[in-house]
């Protein structure tokens, strides 16, 4: 930590009385092309270090760049599900600067001419305050951009995992070139103590569009989307706005809506002291939860933009993006609404599906023939407590939407009541096959053969005397004591309202 | 015989070679001796590539003797500026801080060459990536002008017009980009050509300034230029700002070589006041010549010429700074001070204050300068307007002209260590060649006779529009027909550095 000193904090309510906290996100996301932004190198992670390259994104002397088309096209799906404006023309740019995961010694960028501006994303923001309701956010979208990855540096040795102090650093050049995007919202203001879950959802809703639009997988703790945060703070009345910080490179969603919380409650600290805050990087630290001072903005790098003359400028004929409009998929939002509207599920209903991640697995499970009333309680109630015991992602379950839907079906045909339904999906979570597979080997189908089911209520009668003859007496609530043997005796395999029948009317009180 | 071969022309050698009157070895082995013979005083190559030459010679001969067919320069020798990618050979860009680098790839023109069966001799002298109009700022020493060897070759493909001129080959391949190809030609007395810009791929060419660069053909004739050009040229999808279109008909416009009905302009801005006067003196007998030929002469004023060289000496030095960040010792090349003590800041800053020379400093210094944030508007911008500007100026000229006419370079060849501490009046040297080069139109120079006062070649410079590559060659062949029948025998006879 900075100085190895603790930050003075203000708690985030109080601070919330005093200042009117101003928001603002850049996003990077890899994007999911087969090749790179300029050459011909698959565009892939992992990989033995520095086997994904060639003479371009090496940076060698004499080597020159040729974008990728498809890359353009993945911007400007992102920039018209954004509802950006599409550059009729626009360029590359460099971006001057030393360092050595930078092959060139600078990035191919773009700068005052970014290929899609000006959109916005709504946003649905969970609020406590307005009773388990939502708070719709428009979120404006300055720019969305297209660029290059740089390598990716190893400092070894040292104590800050840092180029300074590291005994020495390793390059891989794998991840240079790869295309990236970088999406820039304008200034956030107005959400006050929502400013955290605003920047969750943002990015979560972000993330969901970007899966939803096939440019990128979006795996946050393996790069493919990283976000800077960056928060200012404004007295409350004065209308006027501090200096902000940037923490940078935060990789999660979670991460990022804690450093919001931690900058608000710094900030206050340092706004209460009669100090101003400094212009400056900062960095996210994801065990202790707190951001430490990075490089000044004081001291920033000139990076001396100026357009790429290896690059013909970029001019999407107008033909084009509308065709790229045309084949643009259904938007999460968009979705969402029709879903929740074909299901007819209360608002609290669909919004705990949504925020499960559960959406796509419920509507997978109504297509596959369950009801949505069905889908959604196997997948909140049974599936939903499996992963959290696993620790696994919902998704990431041994189990389709179809087994589920095919589990839903068995019970609603009555082959299975819930205690068995419950042991298939254990059994499929098993690897012990498909549900049907499942109840044939487990042996769960429930005995609805009278003639068994005959035997077995004569059996319990004749084994409990005087609570069946209670029963005959007219105190039916005893006949639970004689179906609880019955089903016993079946392994819970019977339809326990059909061996009820059963026992009444053998005892005469049907 | 071997001195016959060395005097031949690419044209020539080539007929003899597909004919079977020689064989491509023995053409290769007569210019490998040449350069054993001459080259410790001209200093052309920074390497000559022995075996790899005798290699593609004898591949040659082979694809002849099986009944193959051969492309029009099959066998040909020819010398390489060193800026170009070689996997076989170094690529030092002139400069130590590439001493010894080998790239893993050729350049495209450089494959192209091999697949035309163009036998690569070696790389030549340059001025450390192509700054500089004299080959005196090669880390390696200057390259001396075959005419007197006193004097620069020119700069910056210094080395391949010497190379050209003291017939250690019949071609050498330059880039040019302020006129690192027409006034090095020009000083030599050789044939020179910027193609259109586009017209010849970068890729594997290591870049000075991307905007400009423009690789192109050297040549003692006109037609050999020509049939270098159609060679090396063309579309190449590796580098985006390729030109997607046929190759100017370049060859058959020199074997035309006629100027009959063609609108001539001559332009005022490039002469006068501080050109040699033995220069202005073969300039205005060229364009009397060509008025004699057939040609209709008129003048042209293209008033923005004179802002060509301080806006050039904006643009390309801001490209140049931020091409020359990779030289950082990080990952090819020269590096400096890696002791274990010193931090990769550090070992960058030594390994480029060692390894790029003073000129190139200048003009990182410069081209950061003019990129800073506060100054780009009224540094690099204006002067991008200024490239504007010049643009209308040839677009105008061109409505009313097939092809402009200027002297190559204000002076002969000057001597070697004269302007080195003045760079200024290094830069004039390029007064003429620019503004072609900020415009990215096709540009030869063609010898038209020697100064009176020195006795050294003066270079007629002939500018056509964008991707009219072939008027050029047209006029040129013209020129030089003209000239070579008058004088009786070709200008390089005349020669008398080498004794």
């Keep these: 930590m900075a100085g190895g000193r603790a930050d003075a904090l203000v708690p985030f309510d109080e601070a919330l009385t005093r200042y009117e906290p101003l928001i603002g996100l850049e996003t990077h996301v890899e994007l999911g092309t087969v090749t790179k932004m300029f050459c011909g190198c698959p565009a892939r992670f992992g990989g033995e270090p520095n086997s994904l390259v060639c003479p371009v994104c090496l940076g060698l002397p004499g080597s020159l760049p040729v974008a990728n088309r498809a890359a353009i096209e993945y911007t400007i799906r992102i920039g018209l599900a954004l509802n950006c404006t599409i550059a009729d023309w626009c360029r590359f740019a460099r971006k001057n600067y030393f360092y050595p995961d930078m092959p060139k010694n600078f990035q191919i960028s773009q700068y005052d001419e970014p290929l899609c501006t000006n959109g916005w994303l709504d946003i649905s923001v969970p609020d406590p305050g307005a009773g388990g309701g939502a708070r719709q956010v428009r979120v404006g979208i300055e720019r969305v951009h297209l660029e290059e990855d740089t390598g990716k540096s190893l400092h070894v040795g040292g104590a800050t995992g840092r180029i300074h102090g590291a005994d020495y650093s390793l390059v891989d050049y794998n991840r240079a070139g790869i295309p990236l995007v970088e999406i820039v919202t304008k200034p956030v203001e107005g959400t006050g103590a929502l400013a955290p879950a605003v920047t969750h959802t943002y990015l979560s809703e972000l993330r969901d569009l970007l899966r939803a639009l096939a440019v990128s997988d979006v795996r946050m703790e393996e790069g493919s989307l990283r976000a800077d945060v960056n928060v200012s703070l404004s007295p409350r009345g004065s209308g006027v706005w501090g200096t902000r910080s940037e923490t940078k490179n935060v990789n999660s969603l979670r991460s990022a809506e804690r450093a919001v919380r931690y900058e608000i409650e710094r900030q206050a600290a340092v706004l209460d002291s009669g100090l101003p805050v400094a212009l400056e990087t900062r960095h996210f630290h994801e065990d202790s939860g707190v951001t430490t001072a990075g490089r000044s903005k004081e001291e920033a790098q000139d990076y001396r933009y100026f357009p790429e003359p290896d690059l013909v400028p970029v001019a999407p004929s107008r033909e084009w993006v509308e065709q790229i409009r045309a084949a643009l998929p259904e938007l999460p939002s968009a979705r969402r609404a029709r879903l929740e509207a074909e299901w007819g599920l209360s608002d609290r209903d669909f919004a705990a599906i949504h925020n499960a991640g559960a959406v796509d697995l419920v509507a997978r499970t109504v297509e596959a023939g369950a009801s949505p009333a069905d889908a959604r309680k196997w997948w909140l109630n049974e599936l939903v407590r499996r992963a959290n015991e696993s620790g696994t992602d919902l998704t990431d379950l041994p189990i389709t939407p179809a087994d589920v839907a095919r589990v839903a079906a068995l019970v609603a045909s009555g082959e299975l009541n819930d205690k068995l339904a419950r042991q298939v999906i254990e059994g499929v979570l098993a690897g012990e096959g498909t549900p049907d597979e499942v109840v044939a080997a487990r042996g769960l189908a429930i005995v609805s053969d009278e003639g068994a089911l005959t035997a077995a209520v004569d059996e319990a009668i004749a084994a409990h005397p005087d609570v069946a003859q209670k029963v005959r007496d007219g105190k039916v609530a005893a006949a639970q004591a004689l179906v609880g043997a019955v089903m016993k005796a079946t392994r819970g395999q019977a339809d326990a309202a059909r061996v009820r029948e059963l026992i009444l009317a053998r005892l005469g009180q049907a | ?499």
Excluded at chain 2, 53 to 74: C, K, N, Q, S, T
Excluded at chain 2, 190 to 204: A, C, I, M
Excluded at chain 2, 447 to 469: F, K, N, W
């Design chain 2, 1 to 499: 015989m071997a001195d016959e071969l060395t005097r031949m022309s690419a044209a020539g050698l080539a007929a003899a070679i597909a004919g079977g009157e020689v064989s491509a070895l023995e053409v290769t082995d007569a210019h490998l001796a040449r350069i054993g013979e001459v080259d410790e005083s001209v200093h052309a190559f920074l390497h000559v590539a022995e075996d790899g030459a005798r290699r593609a010679a004898r591949a040659v001969d082979e694809r002849r003797a099986a009944g193959e067919p051969l492309g029009p320069l099959a066998g040909v020798p020819l010398a390489l500026k060193d800026l170009f990618t070689t996997t076989d050979m170094p690529t030092t860009c002139g400069s130590a801080i590439l001493n010894g680098w080998r790239p893993p790839y050729d350049a495209t023109i450089t494959q192209r060459l091999r697949e035309a069966g163009v036998v690569i001799l070696g790389k030549t002298n340059m001025d450390e990536f192509a700054m500089g109009s004299s080959t005196e700022n090669s880390a390696f020493g200057p390259s001396h002008n075959p005419w007197d060897l006193t004097r620069v070759p020119g700069g910056s493909s210094g080395g391949s017009s010497a190379a050209v001129a003291a017939f250690e080959a019949p071609l050498a391949v330059g880039t040019d980009t302020g006129g690192s190809i027409r006034q090095p030609a020009a000083v030599c007395g050789v044939v020179g050509v910027k193609p259109t810009y586009g017209g010849s791929s970068r890729y594997g060419v290591v870049a000075f300034a991307s905007s400009l660069d423009t690789p192109g053909p050297l040549a003692r004739t006109v037609l050999d230029a020509a049939l270098l050009h159609e060679t090396m040229s063309g579309h190449d999808p590796c580098d985006s700002t390729s030109v997607d279109a046929p190759v100017p008909p370049v060859v058959a416009a020199a074997r035309q070589a006629d100027v009959s009905g063609l609108t001539i302009g001559v332009v005022p801005e490039l002469g006068g006041e501080g050109y040699q006067p033995g220069v202005l003196a073969r300039f205005g007998e060229a364009v009397e010549l060509l008025e004699s030929l057939g040609a209709k002469v008129i003048e042209v004023s293209c008033p923005h010429f004179s802002y060509a060289l301080p806006a050039y000496y904006l643009i390309a030095p801001s490209e140049a700074s931020s091409n020359l960040a990779r030289f950082d010792g990080m990952r090819y090349g020269l590096r400096v001070g890696d002791d274990g003590t010193r931090s990769a800041e550090e070992v960058m800053a030594l390994t480029r204050e060692q390894g790029f020379g003073a000129e190139v400093k200048r003009r990182i210094m410069l081209g950061t300068y003019a990129l800073s944030s506060g100054y780009y508007d009224a540094y690099y911008g204006k002067a991008q307007q200024v490239r504007t500007l010049i643009i209308r100026d040839f677009e105008a000229a061109f409505e009313q002209v097939d092809v402009l006419v200027s002297p190559s370079t204000p002076t002969t060849a000057f001597p070697i260590g004269e302007r080195v501490d003045d760079p200024l009046a290094m830069y004039v040297a390029d007064l003429c060649t620019i503004p072609s080069d900020l415009a990215g139109n096709a540009a030869l120079s063609v010898p038209c006779g020697l100064a009176a006062e020195d006795g050294l070649p003066v270079g007629l410079q002939i500018m056509a529009p964008v991707l009219a590559d072939d008027r050029v060659y047209r006029v040129g062949a013209a020129v030089e027909a003209a000239l070579d029948s008058r004088r009786g025998h070709p200008l390089l006879d005349d020669a008398k550095g080498l004794g």
